[in-house]
């Protein structure tokens, strides 16, 4: 329980916080954040293990539940329980975990734990301190809380799909599971601030997150732009919503520019290789007119930057205080000297195949108590014995019997 | 004064950010009940855009706000007087900012033991390129988000706006949550530092994961399935001008079902698609198939007739169908607020729904110097005339 200072981790933001996690796909980051913060998350796996461990890439492309890479990412620190949660035998059990949990997280679909007896109505009687968060596709209210939702389906009807990809191309969701990102960070947000409520209260609450709404939380004009002035922002390409950047070509890959910040010291450069063509005329210290003639600007700049590598250009510009950058491949983030001079990448052990691999690292650095990945996703059950047995007191003898009757 | 309907109304924070990723990180603070006082001057305003506009006004609702010139000497004192009587401080300058005008971590935290400080920059407080100027863009750009986002064998797209300031917002706000979690159970404050190159670059971690182990290098999958065998899947164009309707069948009996809804047309009983291996080997001429019966639907027609039998359909919203969306207005997503200048403007909510302490809306974004009496004189104890002396020194201002 929070109150009781365990040895373990102590100097963590989060320790002695227990945190019970059913969670799939929108909500195992969640959990995640808390681990690393130096929450006790116990991952609550169905008997032969979740879901996610289906989900690949997997280690040398041979799928296995124990080498899924999506899984180890995902729940790195946690430790894994398995239970049936649909037999009595493992409601039982459920509820006598819940008596020593601060926060539970699940994702199922609004009346899945209801139907358990699970509901935060319920579980609110018996753990007035609990915390509940509850991440699904729509939230737990309106006409569409029962539809169905994923990743993609949520970056559609958030909005985000609509404003990403060309004016002649269809909309495109942006790289990897942003959405299930967004949901598990104000998850983790939200529990966090509902924990602070509970200082000051000494009671829980429900804590009700919608995927659809994260999407449509986080598109930066998207909204502003309508509700303020009644446009609906249009693909556009690479250009920046505001035309402030823009890809382009060089000699090695792409680059991001700043198109008119410091719209003096990019023409003086540009001329100082004889490449700034008509843009020294007066008239073009006209905003609004670079703005309508944009499509001159793009192609005169377009010739200069094809003329050079990423690196040369981006430099260069840094020194002036231009925020640019190249376009990076995964190849260069793994490289990227600013991120390994502060430490960004850390090295899990993997005991079982004798190796350690390099994973992504701390979103943020605290002075006092650090994040950290205090060992890598457990594998199946893994910590069946140190909980039910070395804390709930269930004999081995009991747990095998446990084991037959399909509960863990 | 505790406020039992507000979960953070016990703290105050002093909120020296601008643009879109320090304001949005204070913005979710302040949404649950914190004191967030905004400290803005014409001096150094800059690109930030001005009070009365809707960017503004979003990003920065809940807040109060009062003008000081952090450029005097006077002004950083009273910032630092200001600071004794706060929780937190949020700033999101490049680092030598705060360092220049003595208003760093270390000094500050000698005289107010327990201070909190979340510093946001681009790439952090340390290392060789510190100071960088970044904004979303140059983060996402090397993070890699944009090399990845676009259609496969397609020229970088990349995302047309700073996702990447929300999710650093957001990961600020987590970090100072946790401090206070870490202060409440020992009393002890912190400073945090945050690169948003860093929080953003931890969402590629399957991709850095999937290099470290099988090096492979991860490429672009327009809207194919990235880590799911999937298929149909994907976006497909309904009636009307640049309509469509997100689909995602992962299951067989998935399939059946969308068959089922398509009116089973011949097609459908073919070899090539009899399995969930066939259909992802076949996976365009499935899609054209599909998208054969989908333009002869309203999007939403799509959507509903599919999300009836548990199929997972979107339609693909732009900013007019979000304001129109029933889930979102059952759920009061967008809402109105008074606005001093504006009159009532309509805001986004927020996503997360608190059964006991419910997101309020008290106050719309501050004009310039709003609360000036408010925090000089309320909070610090100045008298009138000091307030006008200040004021005509230009440090208030």
């Given at each position: 329980m929070?109150?009781?200072?365990?040895?373990?981790g102590k100097d963590?933001?989060?320790?002695?916080?227990?945190?019970?996690?059913?969670?799939?796909?929108?909500?195992?980051?969640?959990?995640?954040?808390?681990?690393?913060?130096?929450?006790?998350?116990l991952?609550?796996?169905?008997?032969?293990?979740?879901?996610?461990?289906?989900?690949?890439?997997?280690?040398h492309?041979?799928?296995?539940?124990?080498?899924?890479?999506?899984?180890?990412?995902?729940n790195?620190?946690?430790?894994?329980?398995?239970?049936?949660?649909?037999?009595n035998a493992?409601?039982?059990?459920?509820?006598?975990?819940?008596?020593?949990?601060?926060?539970?997280?699940?994702?199922?679909?609004?009346?899945?734990?209801?139907?358990?007896s699970?509901?935060?109505?319920?579980?609110?009687?018996?753990?007035?301190?609990?915390?509940?968060?509850?991440?699904?596709?729509?939230?737990?209210?309106g006409?569409?809380r029962?539809?169905?939702?994923?990743?993609?389906?949520?970056?559609?009807?958030?909005g985000?799909?609509?404003?990403?990809?060309?004016?002649?191309t269809?909309?495109?969701?942006p790289?990897g599971?942003?959405?299930c990102?967004?949901?598990?960070?104000?998850?983790a947000?939200?529990?966090?601030?509902?924990?602070?409520?509970?200082?000051?209260?000494?009671?829980?609450?429900?804590?009700?997150?919608?995927?659809?709404?994260?999407?449509?939380?986080?598109?930066?004009?998207?909204n502003?732009?309508?509700?303020?002035?009644?446009?609906?922002?249009?693909?556009?390409?690479?250009?920046?919503?505001n035309?402030?950047?823009?890809?382009?070509?060089?000699?090695?890959?792409?680059?991001?520019l700043s198109?008119?910040?410091?719209?003096?010291t990019?023409?003086?450069?540009?001329?100082s290789?004889?490449?700034a063509?008509?843009?020294?005329?007066?008239?073009?210290?006209?905003?609004?007119?670079?703005l309508?003639?944009?499509d001159?600007?793009?192609?005169?700049?377009?010739?200069?930057?094809?003329?050079h590598?990423a690196?040369?250009?981006?430099?260069?510009?840094?020194?002036?205080?231009?925020?640019?950058?190249?376009?990076?491949?995964?190849e260069?983030?793994?490289?990227?000297?600013?991120?390994?001079?502060?430490?960004?990448?850390?090295?899990?052990?993997h005991p079982e195949?004798?190796?350690?691999f390099?994973?992504?690292?701390?979103?943020?650095?605290?002075?006092?108590?650090?994040?950290?990945?205090s060992?890598?996703?457990?594998?199946?059950?893994?910590?069946?014995?140190?909980i039910?047995?070395?804390?709930?007191?269930?004999?081995?003898?009991?747990?095998?019997?446990?084991?037959?009757?399909?509960?863990? | 004064?505790?406020?039992?309907?507000?979960?953070?109304?016990?703290?105050?924070?002093?909120?020296?950010?601008?643009?879109?990723?320090?304001?949005?990180?204070?913005?979710i603070?302040?949404?649950?009940?914190?004191?967030?006082?905004?400290?803005?001057?014409?001096?150094?305003?800059?690109?930030?855009?001005?009070?009365?506009?809707?960017?503004?006004?979003?990003?920065?609702?809940?807040?109060?706000?009062?003008?000081?010139?952090?450029?005097?000497?006077?002004?950083?004192?009273?910032?630092?007087?200001?600071?004794?009587?706060?929780?937190?401080?949020?700033?999101?300058?490049?680092?030598?900012?705060?360092?220049?005008?003595?208003?760093?971590?270390?000094?500050?935290?000698?005289?107010?033991?327990?201070?909190?400080m979340?510093?946001?920059?681009?790439?952090?407080?340390?290392?060789?390129?510190?100071?960088?100027?970044?904004?979303?863009?140059?983060?996402?750009?090397?993070?890699?988000?944009?090399?990845?986002?676009?259609f496969?064998?397609?020229?970088?797209?990349?995302?047309?706006?700073?996702y990447?300031?929300?999710?650093?917002?957001?990961?600020?706000?987590?970090?100072?949550?946790?401090?206070?979690?870490?202060?409440?159970?020992?009393?002890?404050?912190?400073?945090?530092d945050?690169?948003?190159?860093?929080?953003?670059?931890?969402?590629?971690?399957?991709?850095l994961?999937?290099?470290?182990?099988?090096?492979?290098?991860?490429?672009?999958?327009?809207?194919?399935?990235?880590y799911?065998q999937a298929?149909?899947?994907?976006?497909?164009?309904?009636k009307?001008?640049?309509?469509?309707?997100?689909?995602?069948?992962?299951?067989?009996?998935?399939?059946?079902?969308?068959c089922?809804?398509?009116?089973?047309?011949?097609?459908?009983?073919?070899?090539?698609?009899?399995d969930?291996r066939?259909?992802?080997?076949n996976?365009?001429?499935?899609?054209?198939?599909?998208?054969?019966?989908?333009?002869?639907?309203?999007a939403?027609?799509?959507?509903?007739?599919?999300q009836?039998?548990?199929?997972?359909?979107?339609?693909?919203?732009?900013?007019s169908?979000?304001?129109?969306?029933p889930?979102?207005?059952?759920?009061?997503?967008?809402?109105?607020?008074?606005?001093?200048a504006r009159?009532?403007?309509?805001?986004?909510?927020?996503?997360m729904?608190?059964?006991?302490?419910?997101?309020?809306?008290?106050?719309?974004?501050?004009?310039?110097?709003?609360?000036?009496?408010?925090?000089?004189?309320?909070?610090?104890?100045?008298?009138?005339?000091?307030?006008?002396?200040?004021?005509?020194?230009g440090?208030?201002y």
């Amino acid at each position: 329980m929070y109150s009781a200072l365990q040895p373990v981790g102590k100097d963590a933001a989060l320790s002695g916080l227990r945190v019970l996690d059913i969670t799939g796909e929108m909500g195992m980051f969640c959990t995640r954040l808390l681990t690393d913060l130096g929450a006790e998350v116990l991952k609550i796996e169905k008997p032969g293990g979740d879901d996610a461990r289906e989900i690949g890439p997997f280690v040398h492309d041979v799928p296995n539940p124990e080498m899924s890479l999506y899984f180890w990412f995902l729940n790195t620190g946690k430790k894994s329980l398995t239970l049936n949660i649909e037999s009595n035998a493992g409601q039982e059990i459920l509820h006598r975990l819940l008596e020593t949990t601060d926060v539970l997280v699940e994702t199922f679909l609004p009346g899945y734990m209801d139907s358990l007896s699970l509901g935060y109505a319920s579980l609110s009687k018996h753990y007035p301190r609990l915390i509940m968060t509850s991440i699904t596709p729509f939230g737990q209210t309106g006409p569409r809380r029962g539809y169905k939702s994923c990743n993609l389906v949520a970056s559609a009807l958030g909005g985000q799909m609509y404003v990403c990809g060309d004016s002649d191309t269809p909309p495109l969701k942006p790289y990897g599971e942003q959405s299930c990102f967004t949901a598990s960070l104000f998850g983790a947000v939200g529990t966090l601030i509902a924990l602070h409520y509970r200082h000051l209260s000494g009671r829980g609450q429900h804590i009700d997150i919608s995927l659809q709404e994260c999407v449509a939380s986080t598109l930066e004009h998207v909204n502003v732009l309508y509700m303020y002035e009644g446009i609906i922002s249009q693909r556009q390409g690479t250009l920046h919503w505001n035309g402030e950047f823009r890809l382009f070509p060089c000699k090695d890959g792409y680059i991001l520019l700043s198109l008119f910040r410091e719209w003096d010291t990019l023409v003086e450069w540009l001329d100082s290789e004889g490449m700034a063509a008509d843009l020294k005329e007066i008239r073009w210290l006209n905003v609004q007119l670079r703005l309508q003639e944009i499509d001159h600007i793009i192609e005169v700049v377009e010739r200069w930057t094809k003329r050079h590598t990423a690196a040369e250009l981006v430099e260069q510009a840094q020194l002036m205080h231009l925020p640019w950058a190249e376009v990076a491949s995964m190849e260069k983030l793994a490289g990227n000297p600013q991120l390994k001079e502060r430490g960004f990448f850390v090295e899990v052990e993997h005991p079982e195949l004798s190796s350690c691999f390099t994973y992504a690292g701390a979103p943020f650095k605290l002075s006092h108590t650090p994040w950290r990945i205090s060992r890598r996703a457990p594998l199946i059950g893994e910590h069946n014995e140190e909980i039910y047995c070395g804390e709930l007191g269930f004999s081995p003898h009991e747990l095998a019997a446990l084991r037959t009757k399909g509960v863990i | 004064m505790v406020n039992n309907q507000d979960a953070l109304g016990d703290i105050r924070i002093v909120d020296f950010t601008w643009v879109l990723a320090g304001p949005y990180a204070a913005r979710i603070l302040a949404d649950s009940g914190a004191e967030v006082i905004k400290i803005q001057s014409r001096v150094t305003m800059g690109a930030e855009s001005p009070n009365n506009e809707g960017y503004f006004i979003t990003w920065n609702r809940n807040k109060r706000g009062i003008t000081l010139n952090l450029s005097k000497p006077e002004g950083r004192d009273i910032a630092r007087r200001l600071i004794q009587v706060s929780d937190a401080v949020v700033e999101n300058f490049t680092p030598r900012v705060m360092r220049n005008w003595g208003l760093d971590y270390s000094t500050l935290s000698r005289t107010r033991p327990g201070l909190i400080m979340l510093s946001m920059s681009g790439m952090g407080q340390t290392g060789v390129q510190q100071n960088y100027s970044a904004f979303g863009p140059t983060i996402q750009a090397l993070s890699g988000i944009t090399q990845l986002t676009t259609f496969p064998h397609h020229p970088p797209l990349g995302i047309g706006y700073s996702y990447a300031d929300h999710i650093a917002g957001l990961a600020g706000a987590l970090s100072l949550l946790a401090a206070l979690e870490y202060r409440h159970r020992t009393g002890r404050g912190q400073h945090i530092d945050l690169s948003e190159l860093e929080a953003m670059s931890g969402l590629m971690g399957i991709e850095l994961l999937n290099l470290a182990v099988n090096h492979k290098i991860a490429t672009p999958v327009g809207n194919h399935p990235l880590y799911h065998q999937a298929a149909p899947y994907g976006i497909y164009r309904c009636k009307g001008e640049d309509k469509w309707c997100a689909i995602a069948i992962f299951t067989e009996e998935e399939w059946e079902v969308l068959c089922h809804v398509m009116g089973n047309p011949r097609w459908t009983a073919e070899a090539r698609f009899a399995d969930l291996r066939s259909r992802v080997n076949n996976r365009d001429k499935l899609d054209e198939l599909v998208e054969e019966w989908t333009t002869q639907h309203e999007a939403l027609e799509v959507m509903e007739r599919l999300q009836k039998y548990g199929i997972a359909a979107g339609v693909v919203q732009d900013a007019s169908d979000l304001a129109h969306d029933p889930q979102l207005g059952a759920r009061d997503f967008f809402t109105q607020m008074g606005h001093p200048a504006r009159g009532s403007v309509t805001v986004d909510g927020s996503p997360m729904k608190f059964s006991r302490t419910p997101i309020r809306f008290h106050h719309s974004a501050p004009l310039l110097g709003q609360d000036n009496n408010y925090v000089y004189g309320k909070l610090l104890g100045m008298s009138q005339e000091e307030i006008k002396r200040y004021t005509e020194m230009g440090i208030f201002y």
